[in-house]
């Protein structure tokens, strides 16, 4: 180990690190379907064991949102399913003898609502079984747990936020509002660093061409003209992100309001920047990508759209409604630890002896018993660490029109390393599309290619555990930008408080620290973070697609020491001045890794539109035989709302009806 890793505190056995990512990812892809849960559940012999119920003590053992190291796509949560991607067989499914009403494959919100929504449609003895490839329920609406001073702390381990749930489908609504909780109404959220006079800053790098200086009360995403002047910058850089931010000049003069907006829909943010704009190729980096998108994954129309600089001396009026805005933003609705707090309700619904009546609110610290999520004589099941390998159905498809379809589907997953079949009257295929046609190879070959042009973005947050923040208020901040770094920044997160009353703000305590891309969790945002995964620059003139597959590769391929050397050297770096140090003032760190993150619409820049107007998601989501589809995907659009409006058109579609009359005679 080099010294400057030492001086970081690389060789301290924080956590449950060294147990958790201790195989790479090679090795682990070759072991077809050999899952980690066990290796996963183990914790620190020191670990302080809260109390699940009165007669349980919860540990990362029994409950995972307290493991730390590798999550989101942790080991042992994909390599079956990549190995059934490229080929490989698999074993020969063992059967259990289990069949059920209903078999969910995929554990996150449109899974869990679909299964909800079955059992509320056909009766609370319905049989339901749901399978999910990771450790714990909840796709991306996991939280992340820790411990510290006797105290709870807890984020969001993915998906953060609902958006507009006042604009939500009355069903959807009325949904959530049965399992105990109403995000129409507001929540009282305040931030008591702020309220301490504890500001934002910039850290301007010393490998990135700054002084090392940590600038006071600077967004850097949103400069003031008097830093960008004053600051340690390059001469270049200073130049174009004036340019940038704060330019006079209409950079598409001599072109009409119309012209504008049709050039701008043609070419790439990166275009826009370079030809009209005049920044320089070095500059680039110091300026954010749009949403979870590089500047070449989107056309600067979508960029300007979603509130990228650059273009407010166009004369060119924005379109409505961008989730940026803030009329978008203050109808969104936030929570503690992220959305993981409704998927927790509806596991209640399915499974009632894991958690006890009450509302979002008064269960946030009351945790999942996982022990009762599979037991044999309960009528819903959820089933972790169970990746599906084949789904398919039994017997002959019926020959007439009109015949009823009344054959069982097959349903084989790789649990610890064996094979296992279920069979259920019907299935809801509630993962990944771009999983389906690998399940399922008998679908039609149209609806197959439409599974495929669901690919997703990768996504990271990463979660820290400090022993202390006396040194942030020592400097003033609350949060730190981190231009042209791995991180594009870290926050300090407010500690949760019981019954939205004060949260404990004594600095000698430990606080939870989220490092983020830039903006938000979207790794192609930042060009540093995808440089370092893929041990490149992403070339030029590739899809939105294709960009996506190749950041995913380096990011399943990139080790945790590498997300972990860069929360060290940037915390020390910023605040190591006013005392923090990082070998000593770290406890725990959890990186959440979504390789297959947010769900994407077509992007106009790359997909045609449909010569029939019908959408790929359309044509994806299709019922075959007992198979439905539910999940993001089948929305395009990556939202909490639209995938639980899936579960339920997924479940409506089973629903007989047998009067005689069809759509197709």
Not at 129 to 143: E, I, M, P, S, T
Not at 429 to 436: K, Q
Not at 553 to 563: H, K, R
């Amino acid at each position: 180990m080099e010294n400057s890793d030492k001086k970081l505190g690389m060789g301290v056995a924080i956590s449950r690190r060294d147990v958790i990512h201790g195989v790479t990812a090679t090795a682990l892809g070759a072991a077809l379907a050999r899952t980690h849960a066990a290796q996963a559940a183990k914790g620190p012999a020191d670990a302080a064991p809260l109390a699940n119920t009165a007669e349980q003590a919860a540990t990362a053992a029994t409950y995972p949102p307290l493991r730390e190291g590798m999550r989101g796509a942790h080991p042992g949560a994909f390599e079956a399913a990549h190995a059934r991607r490229d080929g490989a067989p698999y074993p020969a499914p063992r059967p259990t003898g289990e069949s059920y009403d209903l078999v969910v494959v995929g554990g996150g919100l449109s899974g869990l609502a679909a299964a909800c929504f079955y059992r509320r449609r056909f009766g609370p003895n319905a049989r339901v079984l749901v399978l999910d490839n990771h450790d714990d329920f909840g796709g991306h609406a996991k939280r992340n747990e820790f411990v510290s001073d006797g105290r709870i702390l807890m984020t969001t381990g993915g998906s953060a936020y609902f958006v507009a749930p006042d604009q939500w489908t009355e069903n959807t609504q009325n949904f959530v509002k049965s399992l105990g909780a109403d995000f129409t109404v507001k929540r009282k959220e305040s931030n008591p660093f702020a309220q301490m006079g504890m500001r934002p800053a910039t850290f301007l790098s010393h490998e990135s061409g700054g002084d090392g200086q940590l600038y006071p009360h600077v967004r850097f995403t949103e400069p003031t003209l008097e830093f960008l002047k004053t600051a340690h910058l390059p001469p270049r850089v200073r130049q174009d992100l004036i340019a940038v931010y704060h330019g006079t000049a209409d950079y598409m003069h001599g072109m009409t309001k119309d012209q504008k907006i049709q050039r701008l829909q043609t070419i790439t943010y990166k275009q826009y920047l370079l030809d009209y704009v005049k920044v320089a190729p070095e500059s680039l980096p110091w300026l954010p990508g749009v949403w979870c998108l590089s500047k070449t994954a989107c056309s600067a129309w979508f960029a300007y759209f979603r509130y990228a600089p650059g273009f407010a001396t166009l004369g060119v009026e924005r379109a409505p409604y961008s989730p940026e805005s803030p009329q978008s933003a203050a109808a969104d609705f936030h929570l503690p630890a992220g959305n993981s707090d409704l998927a927790r309700l509806m596991v209640r619904e399915l499974v009632p002896q894991s958690l006890p009546q009450g509302t979002w609110q008064s269960l946030e610290t009351t945790r999942v018993r996982y022990d009762t999520l599979d037991q044999p004589t309960a009528p819903a099941r959820i089933r972790l660490s169970s990746i599906a390998v084949r789904v398919q159905h039994i017997g002959p498809e019926p020959v007439g029109m009109f015949e009823p379809d009344t054959r069982q589907v097959a349903v084989d997953y790789m649990h610890e390393g064996k094979c296992y079949r279920v069979t259920g009257k019907n299935v809801i295929l509630a993962g990944n599309n771009n999983m389906i046609p690998y399940l399922c190879p008998e679908m039609p070959e149209e609806q197959k290619a439409a599974l495929h042009k669901a690919v997703r973005a990768a996504n990271q947050t990463t979660t820290v555990l400090i022993r202390n923040w006396e040194a942030f208020k020592k400097a003033g901040v609350n949060r730190v930008d981190t231009p042209t770094r791995f991180f594009g920044g870290f926050v300090l997160g407010v500690p949760w408080a019981p019954n939205e009353g004060v949260p404990d703000m004594d600095p000698k305590k430990g606080v939870l620290v989220t490092f983020m891309t830039g903006a938000n969790s979207g790794i192609l945002n930042n060009e540093t973070m995808t440089r370092t995964l893929m041990g490149y620059d992403m070339p030029d003139k590739l899809s939105m697609q294709e960009q996506f597959r190749m950041v995913r590769m380096g990011l399943l391929q990139t080790p945790f020491a590498t997300f972990e050397r860069a929360v060290r050297s940037q915390m020390n770096d910023a605040l190591g001045p006013y005392g923090f140090d990082a070998a000593r003032d770290i406890v725990g760190i959890t990186v959440n890794r979504w390789p297959h993150g947010f769900a994407m619409a077509q992007n106009s820049l790359f997909d045609p539109p449909s010569p029939t107007g019908e959408q790929p998601c359309e044509i994806a989501r299709r019922r075959f035989g007992r198979i439905s589809i539910a999940n993001s995907d089948a929305s395009g659009q990556d939202l909490c709302n639209t995938a639980i409006d899936q579960g339920f058109r997924a479940v409506e579609e089973m629903v007989p009806h047998n009067y005689g009359y069809f759509n197709r005679i």
